[in-house]
């Protein structure tokens, strides 16, 4: 555990302006995480009470998606209260009870922090399309119709759709590059940038050690609106919307990535600069030139710390060839920058599902993105191996698939409650009907019965985490891969006192591994059963090796 410091406010863990490098944080998704007023939603009560289970990982800090005041159109992430907790979720009171218990656990806080649009219900959006002359009339992005009364281009909304939305008021169409009824901000005004950073501090000053800011590249839209070309159909991906969506048909030139945006990044460093240990990791959701932008977001430390992209979040298969070339591609494009390394989150389909996984494949790769440089982040569940859930239609609650349906199913199937207990229809999570239900195959891999089985998935991620802080060279240390193939992985981590080896066959074969050339002893505190033999390695079917170089 962190040393902790005690001050008026509460504890407060000793300041490292480092610990976020090699840093394992865990998502939290608070609607689904625990229910403690018996509404079927969880809330931030319900997190404070199973903390001790986050804390019981070895993770380092906590991302809490979005709890803000809001009409839940998107469930947080359509902001109408920057500078207050929903009563869905509880009070300001609670979160700062959060905050301090977290804090007690040797775990850091961070918030995910929705800057670049707002919801319709803002009073700022509803005193802007009030007129074209009051005092934040040109806090959103409004422009006029074509001559036809058309939108102003033709750039589209990630949710389907035109991304311009007329309003009858205004007689003006406004952008959204998600929902209608999420505006977006228009950060060429010089008042929307000072509240935000003003946003920024209020919570910097309540405590919290970070934020994960949504949609970072979206912030600045080109002041011209020029439209989008297309895309050659040999360039589309899939990685940010589903294939369904024409938003993959544009080159995204002038509705993000802006090098606009860069200056208001620096603002927003500078005020986080201004307290102790504190980290941002910035969601860029670009596929076409993603690691440019986080290239250009996390160089010169003048930026962002980190950032959080899409490369293991997408359905292409995670194999040994697949990862040298992410990897390889991420040192020659980002260079000294920090990597955010996810493969599930509460916006795709968990990975276990998505790559078609069984029981020890699932644990592999969790060891594989634990041995990785950069920081990890884990999702809800993750560690429990839960699967993708089959959300009913009348059951869905997420826009998205609903706009979609059936070819894309949308996010619920991940958002599901998590199963704290077996014996109980809505596994522990609330006593009340859960906003989504509680997945019936869940409940076999409930927290409480994987307590009980020293071989259980969550067991394997205890152990797995603890290996990890054992060896700090997994944290900071230099990554260099040895060998990849599609079936095998093979890599070095060095940080100029340890070294370490590791092996990982990603196939339902057992194969032969060669280590690098040196003196090598095999470390048995990872939960892996392979087999080492002089410069040689046995690996059985989804089974790891790791082992400590000596240097010469």
């Given at each position: 555990?962190?040393?902790?410091?005690?001050?008026?406010?509460?504890?407060?863990?000793?300041?490292?302006?480092?610990?976020?490098?090699?840093?394992?944080?865990?998502?939290?998704?608070?609607?689904?995480?625990?229910?403690?007023?018996?509404?079927?939603?969880?809330?931030?009560?319900?997190?404070?009470?199973?903390?001790?289970?986050?804390?019981?990982?070895?993770?380092?800090?906590?991302?809490?998606?979005?709890?803000?005041?809001?009409?839940?159109?998107?469930?947080?992430?359509?902001?109408?209260?920057?500078?207050?907790?929903?009563?869905?979720?509880?009070?300001l009171g609670d979160f700062d009870a959060?905050?301090?218990?977290?804090?007690?656990?040797?775990?850091?806080?961070?918030?995910?922090?929705?800057?670049?649009?707002?919801?319709?219900?803002?009073?700022?959006?509803?005193?802007?399309?009030?007129?074209?002359?009051?005092?934040?009339?040109?806090?959103?992005?409004?422009?006029?119709?074509?001559?036809?009364?058309?939108?102003?281009?033709?750039?589209?909304?990630?949710?389907?759709?035109?991304?311009?939305?007329?309003?009858?008021?205004?007689?003006?169409?406004?952008?959204?590059?998600?929902?209608?009824?999420?505006?977006?901000?228009?950060?060429?005004?010089?008042?929307?940038?000072?509240?935000?950073?003003?946003?920024?501090?209020?919570?910097?000053?309540?405590?919290?050690?970070?934020?994960?800011?949504?949609?970072?590249?979206?912030?600045?839209?080109?002041?011209?609106?020029?439209?989008?070309?297309?895309?050659?159909?040999?360039?589309?991906?899939?990685?940010?919307?589903?294939?369904?969506?024409?938003?993959?048909?544009?080159?995204?030139?002038?509705?993000?990535?802006?090098?606009?945006?860069?200056?208001?990044?620096?603002?927003?460093?500078?005020?986080?600069?201004?307290?102790?240990?504190?980290?941002?990791?910035?969601?860029?959701?670009?596929?076409?030139?993603?690691?440019?932008?986080?290239?250009?977001?996390?160089?010169?430390?003048?930026?962002?710390?980190?950032?959080?992209?899409?490369?293991?979040?997408?359905?292409?298969?995670?194999?040994?060839?697949?990862?040298?070339?992410?990897?390889?591609?991420?040192?020659?494009?980002?260079?000294?920058?920090?990597?955010?390394?996810?493969?599930?989150?509460?916006?795709?389909?968990?990975?276990?599902?998505?790559?078609?996984?069984?029981?020890?494949?699932?644990?592999?790769?969790?060891?594989?993105?634990?041995?990785?440089?950069?920081?990890?982040?884990?999702?809800?569940?993750?560690?429990?191996?839960?699967?993708e859930a089959y959300v009913a239609f009348?059951?869905?609650?997420?826009?998205?698939?609903?706009?979609?349906?059936?070819?894309?199913?949308?996010?619920?199937?991940?958002?599901?409650?998590?199963?704290?207990?077996?014996?109980?229809?809505?596994?522990?999570?609330?006593?009340?009907?859960?906003?989504?239900?509680?997945?019936?195959?869940?409940?076999?891999?409930?927290?409480?019965?994987?307590?009980?089985?020293?071989?259980?998935?969550?067991?394997?991620?205890?152990?797995?985490?603890?290996?990890?802080?054992?060896?700090?060279?997994?944290?900071?240390?230099?990554?260099?891969?040895?060998?990849?193939?599609?079936?095998?992985?093979?890599?070095?981590?060095?940080?100029?006192?340890?070294?370490?080896?590791?092996?990982?066959?990603?196939?339902?074969?057992?194969?032969?591994?060669?280590?690098?050339?040196?003196?090598?002893?095999?470390?048995?505190?990872?939960?892996?059963?392979?087999?080492?033999?002089?410069?040689?390695?046995?690996?059985?079917?989804?089974?790891?090796?790791?082992?400590?170089?000596?240097?010469?």
């Amino acid at each position: 555990m962190l040393p902790i410091a005690e001050t008026q406010s509460g504890p407060v863990l000793a300041p490292d302006p480092d610990w976020w490098r090699g840093a394992v944080i865990y998502q939290i998704y608070p609607r689904s995480f625990q229910d403690s007023n018996h509404d079927g939603i969880g809330d931030l009560a319900g997190i404070i009470h199973r903390l001790s289970h986050v804390a019981s990982l070895g993770v380092d800090a906590i991302w809490i998606s979005p709890f803000f005041r809001s009409p839940m159109l998107d469930f947080g992430y359509d902001v109408s209260d920057y500078r207050d907790v929903d009563p869905m979720f509880g009070s300001l009171g609670d979160f700062d009870a959060l905050v301090q218990r977290a804090h007690e656990l040797g775990l850091r806080v961070l918030i995910d922090l929705v800057l670049s649009h707002t919801s319709d219900q803002h009073p700022w959006f509803k005193e802007s399309r009030s007129s074209r002359d009051n005092a934040k009339a040109d806090w959103y992005v409004w422009a006029d119709p074509k001559p036809d009364g058309t939108p102003p281009n033709n750039w589209l909304s990630i949710f389907g759709g035109s991304a311009w939305q007329w309003d009858g008021e205004r007689m003006q169409y406004y952008l959204h590059n998600f929902l209608k009824q999420q505006p977006d901000l228009n950060f060429h005004c010089p008042e929307v940038q000072e509240e935000l950073l003003a946003v920024a501090r209020y919570w910097l000053d309540r405590g919290v050690d970070g934020f994960r800011l949504d949609t970072i590249n979206f912030y600045v839209h080109d002041k011209e609106l020029r439209s989008n070309p297309a895309l050659p159909p040999d360039k589309r991906s899939d990685k940010i919307a589903p294939s369904v969506n024409p938003y993959n048909w544009q080159e995204h030139l002038y509705d993000k990535n802006r090098p606009e945006n860069l200056d208001f990044l620096r603002r927003l460093r500078a005020v986080m600069d201004e307290y102790p240990a504190i980290t941002a990791v910035g969601e860029v959701g670009d596929d076409q030139i993603g690691l440019e932008i986080q290239a250009q977001y996390t160089s010169g430390g003048d930026k962002m710390h980190m950032c959080y992209g899409f490369d293991f979040l997408s359905p292409v298969p995670p194999t040994g060839t697949r990862f040298k070339e992410v990897l390889d591609r991420y040192d020659a494009v980002v260079g000294d920058g920090w990597a955010c390394w996810a493969f599930s989150n509460h916006d795709v389909v968990r990975h276990a599902t998505r790559w078609n996984l069984g029981e020890e494949a699932t644990r592999l790769y969790a060891a594989l993105l634990l041995t990785l440089k950069g920081t990890v982040c884990l999702y809800q569940g993750e560690e429990l191996g839960l699967t993708e859930a089959y959300v009913a239609f009348e059951d869905l609650r997420d826009p998205y698939g609903i706009e979609f349906w059936p070819k894309f199913r949308g996010r619920d199937g991940c958002r599901t409650p998590i199963p704290w207990v077996q014996d109980n229809a809505n596994g522990g999570f609330s006593d009340a009907k859960p906003w989504l239900p509680v997945a019936v195959e869940h409940l076999e891999r409930a927290v409480a019965r994987q307590d009980r089985e020293e071989g259980s998935t969550l067991a394997f991620y205890r152990s797995m985490l603890a290996f990890r802080k054992a060896h700090p060279v997994l944290a900071k240390g230099s990554l260099s891969i040895v060998e990849a193939r599609e079936d095998y992985l093979g890599l070095v981590r060095d940080d100029g006192t340890n070294r370490l080896f590791a092996a990982f066959n990603l196939s339902d074969a057992p194969l032969a591994a060669t280590l690098p050339q040196g003196t090598w002893r095999q470390d048995r505190g990872a939960p892996f059963q392979a087999s080492m033999e002089g410069a040689g390695a046995t690996l059985p079917a989804w089974q790891a090796l790791y082992a400590v170089g000596d240097r010469d």
